[in-house]
Every structure is written in structure tokens, then in C-alpha cells.
């Protein structure tokens, strides 16, 4: 059967079944997946959560289940759905319906946060149920790109259309690299609901996020093409370097986890410099630290969870400053096969050694000793 026709059977049967359903009774099937939701996240169970999950949208489904993973690290105590308008069967068999979403854990002190979205749910007919498939986007596309937008922020999605083809030549000449798929950006229209997509537990504030397997999140606004090109260069980036890791995404978050943070930064500080010119401050600020004795120690800022918020900056910027030496002192290309053999399982350690043919501990002392040259 050709796909289209049974894509469109497959409609028919959901909507004729949706259709047949009163208002009260989409409702309350709505209402039990999210009862379902808000149990599994009180308890912390990562493995019941994502089976409320819909699995229409790839990068949506690895982004909740990251989401998930984070309730045992610290357990939101509270997390509540609550639906404020009738649900709407939607022309392709989805239901939306407006959703208020308010939750708190105990990483931070305050009132509960909130956020309202129109929700998406997605039939399941494996389970009978309606699936929660997260905010209701708009969306526009272009040539390697989808650009999920909220009503009101088309401006930012068409800026986000504009430059992308010179991002993306840019980034993937530097990476030498590319997707074998359309990067998907997700526009947020406030901080909670950017911190809240990533995990309940996320309180510190961003303009972009990037994980394995996931879209593109940031916040922006129409007319800010410079900052917009700055932070999205960032984010493809990391996607560029976790794609590296090959087709398995629970083995490149894996990979890309157990890869020092500051590296992960630093590269994709590197690849935006060109929109940010932020290497010419990292200069500054290395010479600084490196003068008075205040350069981090790299395992202070090597692991995402562990790194002191304090110390972010030296995350961004020392990783910068090294990462451009490695560039500068071996080759583009060299530099990109020691970002790839960390993400295909060898310790930074193990990369310098095979890639450079040096320790790590002789590269960093070099490196070192290029700052003091370059006063």
C-alpha cells in the first residue's frame, strides 16, 4: 500500500474513534495519561514516564526521556497538569488542548514555577491512549532545517530561516562534518519554559541548550540576527560533535557525558567565534588568570553536574582558549579526530595520546606556556 494512502487510513481510524467520543470522554482519557505523568514523576520513575510519551517527533521523545532520567537526581515535590480549556481534535487526528504546568524541587527556594502551552497529544493505539507530545508548535522549514515557533514569533523563525545557510556552511566546514538529517530548532518564548523542557531540576538561567539526539532550544527575539547567529552556531556545534558519536543516541549521550565539559564548550565556543569573536576576550581573560594564578583545574570543570556554577565562565572561556591552541597548533582536521575519538569512547587521556601522540599532561603544560608567550 503506497504510504500516503496508508498514512491517511490511519487518520481516519483515529479520528473516526476520536469522533465518536464525547467531549467529556477525550477529556478524561486526557486526564488519566496526565494523572499517569504526574505519578510517574512524584515517584521518580524513569521508566513508567516516557511511556506517556508520544514518539511522533524523535528529538521530542529523547528530550523527555533525558527529562526522566533527571527525576532521580533530584525529585520535583511538586508537578501538576492541569487542562484550562476543552480539548479540540485537531484536522490530523491530534488533540490539543491548553495546559497550565506548575512544579518545584528542591535544588531551589521560592514559590512554584509555571508555564501555560497549548499541548499536543498523539493517539496510541498500541496503549489506547492519548500520548503527551508537548507544546503545540509552528513550524517553517527550509534546506537542512525545521524551526519550531510559538504563535506571535514568526519574526525569530523566519531571522532563524535567514541565517542558517551561512551557519551551517560555516559550522560544518569547521567541524568537517554534517547531519544526515534536518536540525530541528525549538524557539522558547520565556526562560521557565526553556529550563522546564530540559529538566523540572534546570534553574540556572541560558539562552541555548543542546544535548544528543535533541533539537536545538533557545530563546531569542525577532530583529537580534547577531545574538541569534552566535548561539545557534554554539548549539550546531554540539550537534555536529555528538553526531560524531555515530546513529546510537543512548550511546552518544553516554559518550558525550563521559567527554570533559570544557572540551564540549570550548569546541563549540570555536565554532561560533567567527559570529561572537569571543577569542579575542578569552585572550584577555587567559593572560589574566594565568598571571595571577587562577586558572581552573580542568577536573573542576569537567563534569556538567558537578562544575560550580561559579565557575561556568572558565568552562566557556578557558575551554575557548585551549581548544583554539589545539586548532592552531595541529590542523583543523587533526583537531576534529580528537573531538571524534571521545565521542566513539576514549578518555581525553587516551584521544591526546592516540591523536597527538603526546600526553595530555605535556599538551597541557605546553599550552601553558603559550599563554605566557603570547603576553
Do not use: C
Given at each position: 500500500m503506497?504510504?500516503?494512502?496508508?498514512?491517511?487510513?490511519?487518520?481516519?481510524?483515529?479520528?473516526?474513534?476520536?469522533?465518536?467520543?464525547?467531549?467529556?470522554?477525550l477529556?478524561?482519557?486526557?486526564?488519566?495519561?496526565?494523572?499517569?505523568m504526574?505519578?510517574?514523576?512524584?515517584?521518580?520513575?524513569a521508566?513508567?514516564?516516557?511511556?506517556?510519551?508520544?514518539?511522533?517527533?524523535?528529538e521530542?521523545?529523547?528530550?523527555?526521556?533525558?527529562?526522566?532520567?533527571?527525576?532521580?537526581?533530584i525529585?520535583?515535590?511538586?508537578?501538576?497538569?492541569d487542562?484550562?480549556?476543552?480539548?479540540?481534535?485537531?484536522?490530523?487526528?491530534?488533540?490539543?488542548?491548553?495546559?497550565?504546568?506548575?512544579?518545584?524541587?528542591?535544588?531551589?527556594?521560592?514559590?512554584?514555577?509555571?508555564?501555560?502551552?497549548?499541548?499536543?497529544?498523539?493517539?496510541?493505539?498500541?496503549?489506547?491512549?492519548?500520548?503527551?507530545?508537548?507544546?503545540?508548535?509552528?513550524e517553517?522549514?527550509?534546506?537542512g532545517?525545521?524551526v519550531?515557533?510559538?504563535?506571535?514569533?514568526?519574526?525569530?523563525?523566519?531571522?532563524?530561516?535567514?541565517?542558517?545557510?551561512?551557519?551551517?556552511?560555516?559550522?560544518?566546514?569547521?567541524?568537517?562534518?554534517?547531519?544526515?538529517?534536518?536540525?530541528?530548532?525549538?524557539?522558547?518564548?520565556?526562560?521557565?519554559?526553556?529550563?522546564?523542557?530540559?529538566?523540572?531540576?534546570?534553574?540556572?538561567p541560558l539562552?541555548?541548550?543542546?544535548?544528543?539526539?535533541?533539537?536545538?532550544?533557545?530563546?531569542?527575539?525577532?530583529?537580534?540576527?547577531?545574538?541569534?547567529?552566535?548561539?545557534?552556531?554554539?548549539?550546531?556545534?554540539?550537534?555536529?560533535?555528538?553526531?560524531?558519536?555515530?546513529?546510537?543516541?543512548?550511546?552518544?549521550?553516554?559518550?558525550?557525558?563521559?567527554?570533559?565539559w570544557?572540551?564540549?564548550?570550548?569546541?563549540?565556543?570555536?565554532?561560533?567565534?567567527?559570529?561572537?569573536?569571543?577569542?579575542?576576550?578569552?585572550?584577555?581573560?587567559?593572560?589574566?588568570?594565568?598571571e595571577?594564578?587562577?586558572?581552573?583545574?580542568?577536573?573542576?570543570?569537567?563534569?556538567?553536574?558537578?562544575?560550580?556554577?561559579?565557575?561556568?565562565?572558565?568552562?566557556?572561556?578557558?575551554?575557548?582558549?585551549?581548544?583554539?591552541?589545539?586548532?592552531?597548533?595541529?590542523?583543523?582536521?587533526?583537531?576534529?579526530?580528537?573531538?571524534?575519538?571521545?565521542?566513539?569512547?576514549?578518555?581525553?587521556?587516551?584521544?591526546?595520546?592516540?591523536?597527538?601522540?603526546?600526553?595530555?599532561?605535556?599538551?597541557?603544560?605546553?599550552?601553558?606556556?603559550?599563554?605566557?608567550?603570547?603576553?
Open positions: 503506497h504510504k500516503l494512502a496508508a498514512t491517511a487510513i490511519a487518520f481516519l481510524a483515529v479520528a473516526a474513534s476520536a469522533a465518536a467520543q464525547t467531549a467529556s470522554d477529556r478524561d482519557q486526557l486526564q488519566s495519561t496526565l494523572d499517569s504526574t505519578a510517574a514523576v512524584l515517584a521518580a520513575d521508566d513508567a514516564y516516557p511511556e506517556h510519551i508520544a514518539v511522533d517527533e524523535p521530542f521523545r529523547v528530550e523527555q526521556i533525558a527529562w526522566a532520567n533527571d527525576l532521580s537526581r525529585t520535583p515535590f511538586v508537578i501538576a497538569y487542562m484550562i480549556s476543552e480539548p479540540e481534535l485537531t484536522a490530523d487526528g491530534e488533540v490539543h488542548v491548553d495546559l497550565i504546568i506548575l512544579w518545584n524541587t528542591p535544588n531551589r527556594e521560592g514559590q512554584n514555577r509555571g508555564i501555560q502551552i497549548p499541548a499536543r497529544f498523539v493517539w496510541d493505539n498500541e496503549s489506547n491512549a492519548w500520548d503527551f507530545g508537548g507544546r503545540a508548535w509552528e517553517i522549514d527550509a534546506e532545517l525545521r519550531m515557533y510559538v504563535e506571535g514569533n514568526s519574526g525569530a523563525a523566519r531571522d532563524t530561516v535567514a541565517v542558517w545557510p551561512d551557519i551551517k556552511d560555516h559550522v560544518e566546514a569547521g567541524f568537517e562534518f554534517e547531519l544526515d538529517h534536518p536540525q530541528v530548532v525549538k524557539l522558547y518564548p520565556s526562560m521557565q519554559e526553556l529550563q522546564f523542557s530540559i529538566y523540572a531540576s534546570y534553574v540556572e539562552g541555548g541548550w543542546n544535548e544528543p539526539g535533541e533539537s536545538i532550544k533557545l530563546i531569542t527575539r525577532a530583529g537580534d540576527r547577531q545574538g541569534l547567529k552566535t548561539v545557534l552556531a554554539h548549539e550546531y556545534g554540539h550537534a555536529l560533535t555528538f553526531a560524531m558519536g555515530g546513529p546510537d543516541i543512548p550511546v552518544a549521550i553516554e559518550r558525550a557525558h563521559s567527554m570533559p570544557w572540551v564540549l564548550e570550548g569546541a563549540a565556543e570555536l565554532g561560533a567565534n567567527k559570529y561572537s569573536r569571543a577569542y579575542r576576550r578569552a585572550q584577555r581573560a587567559v593572560s589574566a588568570w594565568h595571577n594564578d587562577q586558572l581552573a583545574d580542568w577536573d573542576d570543570i569537567t563534569n556538567f553536574y558537578e562544575t560550580d556554577p561559579a565557575d561556568y565562565g572558565y568552562v566557556y572561556v578557558q575551554g575557548l582558549h585551549f581548544v583554539a591552541y589545539v586548532s592552531d597548533r595541529f590542523g583543523r582536521t587533526p583537531r576534529n579526530a580528537w573531538l571524534r575519538a571521545m565521542m566513539e569512547g576514549l578518555t581525553l587521556e587516551d584521544a591526546t595520546a592516540e591523536v597527538f601522540g603526546v600526553p595530555f599532561s605535556e599538551l597541557d603544560a605546553d599550552w601553558r606556556d603559550s599563554i605566557t608567550q603570547d603576553r
